[in-house]
């Protein structure tokens, strides 16, 4: 089965553009999940969707980040207008539904942002 | 929140060798996954471990829920296993937010 999807794989904008990069999850998986990894550190959890509803915001900064996913399946994330700090990657991942048995995640392979 | 603790940050293998990661978690959980994440950047599922053994070729993971951490072992390490190794925590539900840790930098030489 084809994997999670993500693009673009890199993008270099200047600090206050914006940017959105867009995800596409495994074929009928109803959870997606967007995280910002800086370098050298792990993932953070940044927004989390069970099918089109939001389930946890709770570490999205609302003032520059938001997105959506409109229909249940892929999703978008926006920045505006971005910081220095935002310069990370951004990954998206996908599994079956919260509350499986096995919630296994599968991750995308990444947006590289990099704000100048 | 869950507060992940993983150890040592780096390691460096001759190829061949055998390894221990170890990942401690400070709060009940009921979700552990390890990820590797190779030099490219794709993080790659390894285990879904909330608790017991598994083994996977090469590698296997123990997970002791009551005592609040899980070990990933390498047998006979080859230098595709280089990359980044990461614990991730959680509790499986509506809200199955996974906390991951600061990742064990492996390196492994031919």
């Known amino acids: 089965e084809a994997g999670v999807a993500q693009s673009p794989r890199y993008k270099i904008i200047e600090k206050r553009q914006s940017v959105a990069f867009w995800c596409n999850p495994i074929?009928?998986?109803?959870?997606l999940y967007w995280y910002q990894q800086i370098l050298g550190q792990g993932p953070k959890l940044l927004i989390q969707f069970q099918n089109n509803g939001v389930v946890d915001d709770s570490q999205l900064p609302k003032d520059r980040f938001s997105a959506e996913r409109l229909k249940g399946v892929d999703s978008t994330l926006k920045i505006q207008p971005a910081k220095l700090e935002d310069s990370a990657v951004y990954l998206c991942a996908s599994s079956s539904y919260a509350g499986a048995m096995e919630e296994t995640q599968y991750f995308g392979p990444g947006t590289r942002l990099l704000v100048l | 929140g869950i507060q992940v603790e993983q150890s040592p940050p780096d390691l460096i293998l001759q190829e061949g060798a055998n390894s221990t990661l170890r990942c401690n978690f400070s709060d009940s959980v009921n979700n552990l996954q390890w990820f590797h994440q190779n030099p490219w950047g794709q993080l790659i599922n390894l285990f879904y471990?909330?608790?017991g053994t598994k083994q996977n070729g090469r590698l296997s993971a123990t997970t002791v829920a009551t005592e609040r951490y899980s070990l990933l072992y390498i047998s006979s390490s080859q230098t595709t296993d280089s990359g980044v190794y990461f614990c991730?925590?959680?509790?499986?539900?509506?809200?199955?937010?996974?906390?991951f840790g600061k990742g064990i930098t492996l390196s492994v030489r031919p």
């Open positions: 074929s009928g998986h109803a959870t």
């Open positions: 471990i909330p608790s």
């Open positions: 991730a925590v959680g509790v499986t539900g509506a809200n199955s937010k996974l906390t």
